[in-house]
């Protein structure tokens, strides 16, 4: 078990750009969520995956961000036209995706808008 | 809706003191329950989870929490706390086990 790994760790980018961001999930786990975490609140959910189908989005997911997880094992979030509100922390957590086992979350990925 | 009620949002306590955090959670007929800390710049950590059977759940670090159904609650507990017990922690609730929803968390400060 090497963990969820999440690349890169810190973005600082300017408004308007758009940005990339990778996770790695644990090999055996076919689940993987990303969520959204602002200073001082819990992650929001914004979408998950079983295998390579995208299975929900929340609402908080504006056109602006795109989730992918083309072969089933990494994922990537992108955010294009990036504002200052985009400015979280974003995280990612794979699950086996069933015995209701829990989350398995990386590090994340800071994200500074400027 | 489905939510997760964290009702202290900072906890301040002095060293080997008990700790108790509170959550509260919308009921349903079936409820997963998990505790997650998180330490600065850092992904959220299990410290323990409830899926069924035994109410009293022990976790790791000498954490232990409690399902109590008739009162939707899953509280935190720790007999006696350490330094190193500073952090933010989440309750979070499943109720299909797709969906997980979080708690806005409890800063806890362990005061020496």
């Known amino acids: 078990d090497t963990g969820v790994s999440q690349n890169p760790r810190h973005k600082i980018t300017k408004r308007g750009q758009n940005v990339t961001f990778r996770c790695d999930p644990i090999?055996?786990?076919?689940?993987l969520y990303w969520y959204r975490q602002t200073l001082g609140q819990g992650p929001e959910f914004l979408t998950y995956?079983?295998?390579?189908?995208?299975?929900?989005k929340s609402r908080l997911l504006s056109d602006r961000f795109s989730a992918e997880r083309p072969k089933g094992s990494f994922s990537t979030l992108e955010i294009q036209r990036t504002e200052q509100g985009d400015s979280a922390m974003y995280l990612c957590?794979?699950?086996?995706?069933?015995?209701?086992?829990?989350?398995?979350f990386g590090n994340g990925t800071r994200l500074t808008v400027t | 809706a489905q939510s997760v009620t964290q009702l202290d949002s900072q906890v301040p306590v002095f060293e080997e003191a008990p700790v108790e955090l509170r959550c509260n959670y919308s009921?349903?007929?079936?409820?997963?329950l998990f505790w997650y800390v998180q330490y600065p710049n850092q992904g959220l950590q299990l410290l323990l989870k409830?899926?069924?059977?035994?109410?009293l759940v022990k976790g790791i670090n000498g954490f232990e929490a409690e399902f109590n159904k008739s009162q939707t609650s899953f509280h935190l507990r720790k007999p006696s706390v350490h330094i190193s017990d500073t952090a933010e922690y989440f309750c979070?609730?499943?109720?299909?086990?797709?969906?997980?929803?979080f708690g806005t968390g409890t800063s806890l400060t362990v005061i020496p």
């Open positions: 409830y899926l069924s059977g035994s109410t």
């Open positions: 995956f079983q295998n390579e189908a995208q299975l929900e």
């Open positions: 979070a609730v499943s109720y299909t086990g797709n969906q997980f929803y």
């Open positions: 957590a794979s699950t086996r995706g069933h015995d209701n086992s829990p989350l398995h």
């Open positions: 009921s349903s007929v079936s409820v997963y």
């Open positions: 090999s055996e786990h076919n689940r």
